[in-house]
């Protein structure tokens, strides 16, 4: 099993901002949140305004672009959002957001897993040609600038406040 995992704690932004945003947001609203990186964030159909509905993600992860579908598989407004990636089938790979109340702001642990279980581990090899060392580290990266620029999209007329 394949696991890469970001922590990042921001100032001045709540869990429950976070899921109630990725959940009903617009490709514009996505791309207002970071021109040029985010492209499309969209739920393509809706199953109950939450789990099993279909999301459309397109961005761009350092120079990688990454284009997903996903299935909304767990929610917890304000805690944690998991989607598993899907193709024509559902994939072996999961985003997971686990999110934590701060003094003054939220801790969001951004999470991938990928891979089979039991003897399907024998295949785990051959995730790490795409979840390249380069990968990981623009994904962290990616996850320290992406939560808050969210906190600065959503409260726009906010003093800015730096990370915790």
């Known amino acids: 099993m394949l696991v890469i995992e970001s922590k990042v704690e921001v100032a001045g932004l709540t869990g429950r901002e976070v899921t109630d ?7 514009e609203q996505y791309q207002r949140w970071w021109p040029g990186t985010h492209l ?3 739920v393509l159909g809706r199953a109950t305004g939450g789990v099993g509905d279909v999301v459309v993600m397109d961005e761009f992860i350092g120079r990688r672009r990454l284009r997903l579908r996903g299935v909304v598989e ?3 407004p304000g805690r944690r959002l998991v989607w598993r990636f899907r ?6 790979a999961r985003l997971s957001l686990e999110l934590s109340p701060t003094p003054g702001g939220v ?9 089979l279980p039991g003897i399907g581990r024998l295949l785990d090899p051959l995730l ?6 380069r990968f990981t580290a623009d994904l962290d990266a990616h996850v320290h600038t992406e939560f808050p620029l969210l906190r ?9 406040s730096s990370e915790i």
Not at 128 to 133: N, W
């Open 74 to 76: 767990a929610v917890e």
């Open 107 to 115: 801790s969001v642990q951004h999470t991938i897993t990928a891979g």
């Open 21 to 27: 945003f990725m959940l009903a947001c617009t490709d």
């Open 87 to 92: 193709k024509i089938v559902p994939l072996p």
């Open 152 to 160: 600065d999209h959503l409260r726009p007329n906010a003093a800015p």
């Open 128 to 133: 790490r040609l795409y979840f390249t060392p």
């Open 40 to 42: 499309q964030l969209h």
